[in-house]
């Protein structure tokens, strides 16, 4: 059954797989050549910095006023862009981690906040996405119009777009 919000769905459902290497470079830390660890970083980096903040971007300036407006609250969605906050502080400590590996080892230290800002990622992830396709989105399934919807979906693509271009300028 196909559902007003099936556009979305859909694109988180190509997120999946990216979230779950987060884990999978998580685990690998103390186990894989420092190489393979700095690929899989590199490989997260760019998901997260060129994909899921656009990503995010978009569904602040184009999901979450409509969530909004369906339940009669601008409250109705703080919860979910304090996650985005929290992500966008993940984000910048992965980078700076990243530019720390210089040398032909991790050290400990950075092995337990690579390993750390990682897991906590995968995990913040994990549960904000569920919230969408758990709460969010059966609401705006239940309460949008096919217009409205198509509409949000245009205004989100839109401001992907632009978050996109701001990403890579």
């Not at 999978?24 to 590199?42: C, D, K, N, Y």
Request: aromatic share 6%; proline share 5%; no cysteine.
């Amino acid at each position: 059954m196909k559902t007003l919000t099936q556009p979305l769905r859909d694109e988180h459902k190509e997120l999946f797989p990216n979230v779950d290497r987060i884990r999978q470079v998580a685990e690998s830390v103390g186990e894989a050549p420092v190489a393979e660890i700095r690929r899989g970083l590199e490989e997260v980096y760019n998901f997260l910095a060129h994909h899921l903040k656009p990503h995010a971007e978009a569904e602040e300036a184009a999901l979450y006023p409509v969530v909004q407006k369906v339940l009669g609250s601008p409250d109705a969605t703080k919860t979910m862009t304090r996650d985005h906050v929290e992500v966008g502080r993940y984000i910048e400590e992965l980078a700076a981690i990243r530019n720390g590996l210089i040398g032909e080892a991790l050290t400990s230290a950075q092995s337990k906040s690579l390993q750390r800002v990682l897991y906590g990622l995968y995990g913040l992830l994990k549960v904000h996405f569920a919230k969408e396709e758990e709460v969010y989105l059966p609401i705006l399934d239940q309460r949008l119009t096919p217009e409205s919807a198509r509409e949000m979906f245009e205004a989100m693509e839109t401001a992907a777009h632009k978050a996109k271009h701001a990403a890579h300028a």
